[in-house]
């Protein structure tokens, strides 16, 4: 234990900008972002994939980056709330969320921003979820009980749910960038 | 968390050979679990091998309808497969019945099998607990065991197995492919897992350094009718407070076969074959699927605060039998 | 962003909206920080006893790690604070997870494994943790939270109970609840030439500033803390925290920032916790539901370190009128940590015990339990005898009772079944007080044309920033976007925490005041245009506050809950929520609605999910995360609608204002437990409801 602990070179693609850092085996891809690259908006809420606060895309897909070492997801391509205006210009789905108030003191908003854009992209596949009816069928849509049901990864102490799902639910019939194309 | 090595293998046998080459060495795949116990320190490997990289990511069809699905495949990918949508849907819903989003994105089908208990002493190194330290005590027997088990626990733990896909592959008679030292082997999904007895801390059956490359789910036509039935407080993000697969083939009213599953009731996702056997050949009328899970039940042994757990999953099997033979005999729709 | 002529009543979104939802808002442990180190907590592993050796030997030779502090070797504080916060000084241990050692490593994860090879050895005593009616602990103490006293009686409670019709006579039990914000207690500290900088996540920093001072000898000038923005509180961060205290010791002894989060798991406890609750109700009233007599008994705990003692029975000494009455409270000391302050501390447990005896005295009675409320409504306070500045209960129940179809309701229990579910509706009446405390504020004209306010105000996520903002730009009378608001930062004028639902009348009223008198000053000196040099106004308003008339001051407000519960498994849904609350002039409806539904959230979740599960053999809880200790998620809430009525309240404060952080929460649990009953005809006094406790006890046929 008084070994220089073991560390490895990670590259990583962050908001479409190449990092190459040397990193402690131990750390994760949140504290990678946090501790390394002060990118700040993915939040440690739990540090146990309890919350969703630290929730992020990885590779396209939503996932929670306190569960994952930062070695684990070299050559990943990451998407944190950093991502998502382009040019100034906030997604749609940042917008709904401050038009409908969507948040109030803000900690979980950037994991709820991140997986609402993973959870819409799975949507669209036609990824059927535990309230879907028919299975073979897949969703029947953007509808409330799916939005809710498929966002309860992501815990809001101040429950701002009610406004989260109508945020996302606008979000949806405005968005009009692919929600895959977010690499 | 104590510093470890990291190797990313892209092949089985180096993998295992990597594994089983050292004692503290573990396999790591989607993290979900593992991340967090180590976290937590109730897990220490000096080495992880990172297999998310092996050529097992692929769910294949089987000539007679079966499907083998590889064990890195992740949850997520698993439950949105056209083919298991169709024939198994039992097991589709009991994916997406478990975690999050999130998690399912992450957690791959090998790693799922093999997660933790969520016994809350189990997961805290300041409590005594026979599974993480043996001969430590079982601080939950007269603790805090709402979520524990009602069947086949020992005084040395009384732990459950978390999982929900699990207790479906348990009702379709899945089997786990695994790669050992000693070479690769087949393992039926019922006796993967053990009960606790004396040596809580033997989870598997799976031999030490051995890895699952893939779980086989034989053909079952009948599963085409089947659902999971999962009761929590919390509507989402919670582990079951009991769980039920079902899977049932009826024929001129009798059941002419049938498969179950049962979760968070044992320290394995529990096949209730009693229940099973009491049902087939008999009419599909509710009092017979009564008489058949209270048969399985009769084994139960409820803790100080799980005695719930009976009527619970008695009242699950019941009624998800029920809406199945509904389903059967009238395609209208149900009323949940 | 230009205001309207009135900026208050608009819907207005949060000013820092774009902050948050583009990530860059920073919360305690972002800001950048040179050399920063990382600090990790370490706590009891006993629930009483001392600590008589410490083994930090493994610990200090994990690499990255630079100290590990105890009570051997900490920085002295000053013995003058609290108890609570006196962190690392001595070797006793009070309860289980009491905080005992700190490491401070070159990271996290240095920090993390130093933390856990750290070898700490007790002397064990026996511990008493479990909250009973016979506790032998039990005494009176000398007042409630914050001063109220301790026991009340008017008229002769015992022989109206006697004469009554119809006596109600139950006991209510409420668990721990944890506040769990989203963000963990934090803190980052450094040291600069002897002035300490802290970067607190908590609720007022005017307040840690003070204690910080005073805990390392420091002049008030020489502690700066800062809450730009905070993740939630609920009431966890109201006072003063280990957090700042351990990271600025750690900061000192290191000669480095030091970054401090507390894990999730280590919030269960030392950041404090609603108390578990021990209720008796008694009500007598006629046949018709008139109260005659109400009697609140309230036992709760406290730690032995220090008192604390919750208000449960302060509500019922305002929300209905009766004769005959009587209220008090008892504590015992267990070794405990201390519990705290959590969203509507008193009125919210209180309120669970109160309405759920008002629901049965209905159906005791055959009474519709809204005809019952208004029936016992009030014109003045019924123990005080003064009159209410205002006081709309009646219309809140009317409003509510018409927007939720209450008046078709079949009041048999258990009568209603929709395929599987059972169905029911209940509901509930809330109160909450008007509290307006003083502050300081400062308005400056700038010869651009711009405004500046500053005042030490604190947005946990309340919207007290953008409420203000718009206070401000209606008192200046200028476009909003020539107004900025600082707030969140001990260097400006001193005002009290964010609690108590207080923001928006206290510190906006010292926010009006101060711009009305620069305003008043431009016009009168200057022709309306600030001087060259700018002109800026500091005034205070605890005098103002402190001479307002003697009048009951309270929020009042309605719940209207449908439940259904699945009769095979005993899940607990709610399809649906409606309050209808009445909370004097709303400045900003947004988040207002925003407030209202998360409290009454909150409710849903008391009511369904949460409990700290004691397991006394070891004396703390042992569902230690948000795995196992349940908040709502996100499928937990279908509908859910918050309203209010119009209310002109000029004699409650001069902007009219009471404040809603609170009141949602108020009454909501026992509004979900009556629905329950409606849809089961089963009662349940204890919380939470969960699906053991009606599995079996259903009709599955």
């Known amino acids: 234990m008084t070994e220089p602990p073991h560390r490895s070179p990670v590259r990583l693609s962050v908001n479409g900008r190449p990092y190459e850092l040397d990193l402690d085996n131990r750390t994760t891809l949140l504290d990678a972002l946090r501790e390394h690259l002060a990118l700040t908006g993915a939040k440690k809420g739990c540090d146990h994939g309890q919350c969703g606060s630290c929730t992020v895309l990885l590779d396209g897909r939503r996932v929670k980056s306190c569960l994952v070492f930062a070695v684990a997801a070299d050559g990943g391509d ?79 102490r101040c429950a701002a749910y009610p406004h989260i799902v109508s945020a996302i639910r606008e979000a949806a019939t405005v968005e009009t960038r692919p929600m895959g194309s977010l690499r | 968390m104590r510093s470890f090595r990291y190797e990313r293998s892209t092949d089985p046998g180096r993998a295992v050979a990597l594994v089983a080459g050292e004692p503290d060495a573990a396999y790591l795949g989607g993290g979900t679990n593992l991340v967090d116990l180590m976290k937590l320190g109730v897990a220490r490997p000096g080495l992880l091998v990172d297999v998310t990289r092996l050529p097992l990511d692929s769910v294949e069809s089987l000539p007679d309808g079966g499907l083998r699905i590889g064990a890195t495949v992740r949850n997520s990918d698993l439950a949105a497969h056209p083919t298991v949508r169709r024939d198994f849907p039992v097991l589709a819903r009991a994916l997406l019945a478990g975690a999050s989003g999130q998690l399912r994105n992450m957690a791959t089908v090998g ?87 004396e040596r809580p801390d033997q989870e598997t059956t799976l031999a030490p350094g051995g890895l699952i490359t893939a779980v086989r789910i034989p053909a079952l036509p009948f599963a085409r009718r089947s659902t999971y039935r999962k009761a929590r407080d919390r509507a989402s993000f919670a582990f079951a407070a009991g769980s039920v697969a079902v899977a049932l083939d009826l024929a001129g009213g009798l059941v002419r076969d049938v498969r179950l599953g049962w979760g968070a009731v044992a320290h394995r996702p529990w096949r209730p074959r009693l229940a099973e056997a009491a049902l087939r050949g008999q009419p599909a009328t509710e009092e017979t699927f009564r008489l058949a899970a209270e048969e399985e039940l009769a084994a139960a042994r409820p803790l100080t605060h799980n005695a719930f757990k009976i009527p619970l999953i008695r009242n699950l099997t019941v009624r998800t039998l029920v809406d199945l033979a509904e389903d059967a005999t009238d395609p209208a729709e149900r009323d949940r | 962003m230009s205001a309207p002529a ?88 009070r309860y289980r997870g009491e905080i005992v050692a700190l490491v401070v490593a070159e990271s996290l994860e240095s920090a993390r494994e130093a933390a856990r090879l750290l070898r700490i050895d007790y002397d064990t005593e026996p511990h008493s943790s479990v909250l009973t009616e016979h506790h032998p602990s039990l005494y009176k103490p000398d007042h409630v939270n914050p001063s109220f006293p301790t026991d009340t009686s008017v008229g002769d409670f015992d022989s109206g109970y006697a004469a009554a019709e119809v006596r109600l006579d139950q006991t209510y039990r409420t668990p721990a609840y944890h506040n769990n914000p989203m963000e963990p207690h934090a803190a980052t500290a450094s040291w600069t030439d002897g002035r300490l900088l802290v970067h607190d996540s908590s609720q007022g920093t005017t307040d840690v500033q003070v204690v910080l001072g005073r805990l390392f000898e420091l002049p008030a000038e020489a502690v700066r803390a800062i809450a730009e923005h905070v993740g939630g509180g609920f009431g966890s961060k109201g006072t003063t925290r280990c957090t700042p205290v351990l990271a600025a010791m750690a900061a000192r002894q290191v000669g480095r920032p030091v970054r401090l989060a507390l894990t999730r798991q280590q919030l269960f406890g030392p950041i404090g916790y609603r108390t578990p609750i021990i209720q008796r109700i008694r009500l007598g009233a006629d046949a018709d539901g008139r109260l005659a007599a109400i009697c609140h008994d309230a036992i709760s705990q406290s730690s032995t370190i220090e008192e604390f003692a919750e208000q449960t029975a302060v509500l019922t000494r305002a929300l209905y009128a009766a004769p005959h009455r009587r209220t008090t409270h008892r504590l015992a000391r267990l070794d405990v940590p201390t519990p705290s302050w959590m969203r509507a501390p008193g009125e919210c447990p209180g309120s669970f015990a109160l309405e759920s005896a008002m629901d049965e005295l209905a159906v005791a009675c055959g009474v519709d339990p809204v005809e019952l409320r208004l029936r016992n409504d009030t014109e003045v306070d019924p123990e005080e005898g003064v009159p209410f500045s205002s006081r709309k209960l009646a219309a809140c129940l009317r409003d509510g009772a018409r927007r939720f179809g209450w008046a078709d309701r079949d009041p048999a229990p258990g009568a209603r079944r929709r395929g599987r579910w059972l169905i029911g509706t209940g509901m509930a009446g809330a109160i909450y007080p008007a509290r307006i405390p003083g502050a300081s504020a400062e308005a400056a004209a700038g010869p651009d044309g711009t405004y500046q306010v500053r005042i030490n105000a604190t947005d946990i996520g309340t919207g007290a920033r953008t409420a203000l903002w718009q206070i401000a730009t209606d008192a200046l009378g200028v476009p909003g976007d020539r107004v900025a608001v600082s707030i969140g930062d001990s260097d400006l004028p001193p005002a009290l925490v964010a609690g108590g639902s207080t923001g928006t009348a206290g510190w906006g009223l010292a926010v009006h005041r101060a711009c009305q008198e620069l305003r008043r000053q431009l016009d009168d000196r200057y022709a309306g245009t600030a001087p060259p040099d700018g002109l800026a106004v500091r005034l205070d308003t605890t005098d103002e506050a402190a001479a307002l008339p003697r009048l009951a001051r309270y929020a009042f407000g309605a719940h209207f809950v449908e439940a259904r519960v699945d009769v095979d498994s005993g899940e607990i849904r709610i399809p649906r929520m409606l309050g209808v609350f009445a909370t004097g002039r709303v400045v900003n409806p947004s988040t207002a609605r925003s407030q209202l539904i998360g409290g009454m959230t909150m409710g849903i979740s008391m009511a369904l999910h949460e409990e700290g599960l004691l397991d006394h053999r070891f004396g703390d809880w042992v569902n230690r995360d948000l795995a196992t200790y349940h908040v709502t998620a996100c499928a937990d809430v279908e509908r859910i609608e918050a309203y209010w009525v119009p209310e002109e309240d000029d004699e409650g404060n001069p902007l009219g204002t009471k404040g809603l952080g609170e009141i949602g929460i108020v009454g909501s649990a026992a509004a979900v437990a009556n629905a329950v009953y409606h849809a089961t005809g089963l009662r349940f006094r204890t919380l939470p409801i969960q699906l053991d406790k009606l599995v079996d006890r259903l009709p599955t046929g």
């Not at chain 1, 819409?120 to 028919?134: F, H, K, N």
């Not at chain 2, 082997?185 to 053990?194: Q, S, T, V």
């Not at chain 3, 907590?41 to 410490?54: D, F, L, P």
């Open chain 1, 78 to 156: 990451l998407v944190s709330v950093e991502g998502l205006a382009e040019d100034g210009q906030l997604h749609p789905l940042q917008s709904c969320f401050v038009e409908h108030d969507a948040f109030q003191c803000g900690y979980c908003t950037s994991g709820q921003l991140c997986s609402a854009l993973g959870m819409l992209d799975e949507l669209r596949r036609g990824w059927p979820s535990v309230v879907t009816a028919d299975l073979a069928a897949g969703p029947n849509g953007v509808t409330d009980p799916e939005i809710r049901e498929r966002m309860s990864g992501n815990l809001c």
């Open chain 2, 111 to 197: 790693g799922n099998l093999l997660q933790r208990t969520r016994c809350a002493y189990f997961q805290d190194v300041t409590r005594p607990c026979n599974k993480r330290v043996p001969g430590d005590g079982c601080s939950a027997l007269e603790g805090q065991n709402r979520d524990l088990a009602i069947l086949g626990w020992s005084p040395q733990c009384v732990a459950t197995h978390p999982s929900d896909m699990a207790v479906a592959l348990v009702a379709l008679d899945a089997v786990v492919e695994v790669l050992e030292p000693a070479g690769a082997r087949d393992i039926p999904l019922a006796e993967f897992h053990r009960l606790p007895g």
């Open chain 3, 6 to 93: 009135t900026a208050i009543g608009r819907e207005q979104p949060r000013l820092e909206g774009r902050a948050k939802v583009t990530g860059t808002a920073r919360y305690a442990v972002e800001h950048p920080a040179d050399g920063v180190a990382y600090g990790w907590a370490v706590q009891a592993s006993v629930a009483k006893g001392r600590i008589v050796r410490i083994d930090t030997g493994d610990a200090e030779r994990e690499p990255g790690v630079l100290a590990v502090l105890t009570h051997e070797n900490s920085p002295r504080l000053h013995p003058a604070e609290s108890p609570e916060l006196l962190l690392l000084q001595q070797p006793r241990v």
